[in-house]
């Protein structure tokens, strides 16, 4: 093989070499673990006699029965009908408070924009768990600052862990964390947009508010449809506030989210097959929904654009 064959043989292995890294790191913490996952949901313990002694277990094919035990879980469906209404909360207000937040931040009379930014998008740093238990510590009527001012005004002390305002509560947790960042998202996409569209856009006589409507927004629809799209998947996989706030309230299950479902199959009934089962069926569902929007926003996309 002459030197060029060899040269040539080189350069074309060269992006292979360097995919292969990355290529063995999702093999080994994203692929393996799925399909042990999918597996484990296609099989079942068989128990013989008392289930004592060696040879008593055994794992046996089980087919679709876990899925199909799954479907027909009353808590499994009761959970994922709760997050649904979480998420009708969550999604919007944390999305129109980011775009409202961006488009502040760009406009040209905004003062400290570096110190709000950061301001903004702090939350967003502090771990999931630790926001839960600083909320829940304002939450709580006996130690919170706002019931201790609202007692002394005289005014109502709503219960905001029982009942409808649960929600409300939960809700706000997940505003609070994630509205800076897709602030973030946001804002850098207005950066990147020529500032002689604004100067055009003045010439013609439009407002700020007319070039944030007309202009802006439609601009940014790309990042606008990663936000939600981000949104939706942090929406679906919710656990760790509701987990946080069980022990502060008796309004939340151990199974209030179709992952917490799936945590007390594998780590307190031990049914790891079912809880294998749960979680594939959330990641599908996570995956049709991701994929259905991400289309239709192409789809739309598309005609906007042959127009």
Same mark, same amino acid.
């Given at each position: 093989?002459?030197?060029?064959?060899?040269?040539?043989?080189?350069?074309?292995?060269?992006?292979?070499?360097?995919?292969?890294?990355?290529?063995?790191?999702?093999?080994?913490?994203?692929?393996?673990?799925?399909?042990?996952?999918?597996?484990?949901?296609?099989?079942?313990?068989?128990?013989?006699?008392?289930?004592?002694?060696?040879?008593?277990?055994?794992?046996?094919? &089980?087919? *679709?029965?876990?899925?199909?035990?799954? /479907?027909? !879980?009353?808590?499994?469906?009761?959970?994922? @009908?709760?997050? #649904? %209404?979480?998420?009708?909360?969550?999604?919007?207000?944390?999305?129109?408070?980011?775009?409202?937040?961006?488009?502040?931040?760009?406009?040209?009379?905004?003062?400290?924009?570096?110190?709000?930014?950061?301001?903004?998008?702090?939350?967003?740093?502090?771990?999931?768990?630790? &926001?839960? *238990?600083?909320?829940?510590?304002?939450? /709580?009527? !006996?130690?919170?600052?706002?019931?201790?001012? @609202?007692?002394? #005004? %005289?005014?109502?002390?709503?219960?905001?862990?029982?009942?409808?305002?649960?929600?409300?509560?939960?809700?706000?947790?997940?505003?609070?964390?994630?509205?800076?960042?897709?602030?973030?998202?946001?804002?850098?996409?207005?950066?990147?947009?020529?500032?002689?569209?604004?100067? &055009?856009?003045?010439?013609?006589?439009?407002?700020? /508010?007319?070039?944030?409507?007309?202009?802006?927004?439609?601009?940014?629809?790309?990042?606008?449809?990663?936000?939600?799209?981000?949104?939706?998947?942090?929406?679906?996989?919710?656990?760790?506030?509701?987990?946080?706030?069980?022990?502060?309230?008796?309004?939340?299950?151990?199974?209030?989210?179709?992952?917490?479902?799936?945590?007390?199959?594998?780590?307190?009934?031990?049914?790891?097959?079912?809880?294998?089962?749960?979680?594939?069926?959330?990641?599908?569902?996570?995956?049709?929904?991701?994929?259905?929007?991400?289309?239709?926003?192409?789809?739309?996309?598309?005609?906007?654009?042959?127009?």
């Amino acid at each position: 093989m002459t030197s060029a064959r060899r040269k040539s043989y080189g350069v074309k292995g060269a992006p292979y070499a360097f995919l292969l890294p990355a290529t063995i790191l999702f093999a080994l913490f994203f692929a393996l673990p799925i399909g042990y996952a999918v597996w484990l949901s296609l099989h079942k313990v068989q128990v013989k006699g008392l289930g004592l002694g060696s040879g008593a277990r055994s794992e046996v094919w &089980a087919g *679709l029965e876990n899925y199909t035990d799954a /479907l027909t !879980d009353s808590e499994l469906l009761a959970g994922a @009908l709760r997050v #649904l %209404g979480y998420g009708a909360i969550v999604v919007p207000v944390m999305l129109g408070l980011a775009l409202l937040f961006a488009l502040m931040l760009d406009t040209e009379r905004v003062r400290l924009a570096p110190f709000t930014r950061l301001a903004i998008f702090l939350p967003y740093a502090i771990p999931g768990v630790v &926001a839960a *238990l600083l909320w829940g510590f304002l939450y /709580l009527p !006996d130690v919170s600052p706002f019931y201790f001012v @609202l007692d002394k #005004l %005289g005014m109502p002390q709503p219960d905001l862990l029982d009942g409808g305002p649960l929600f409300l509560a939960l809700s706000n947790i997940a505003v609070w964390g994630g509205t800076g960042f897709n602030m973030i998202v946001i804002y850098t996409s207005l950066q990147a947009i020529p500032t002689e569209v604004y100067e &055009a856009a003045k010439l013609d006589g439009c407002s700020p /508010l007319q070039i944030a409507l007309r202009i802006k927004i439609p601009m940014v629809a790309p990042s606008l449809v990663l936000t939600f799209f981000f949104s939706i998947i942090a929406t679906l996989q919710v656990f760790s506030e509701p987990t946080t706030l069980k022990p502060l309230t008796n309004s939340v299950s151990t199974t209030w989210s179709p992952l917490m479902k799936v945590y007390v199959d594998a780590f307190g009934k031990g049914d790891i097959h079912s809880a294998a089962a749960g979680a594939v069926i959330i990641a599908l569902v996570t995956l049709v929904l991701s994929f259905g929007f991400l289309r239709a926003a192409n789809s739309r996309t598309k005609q906007e654009e042959a127009r």
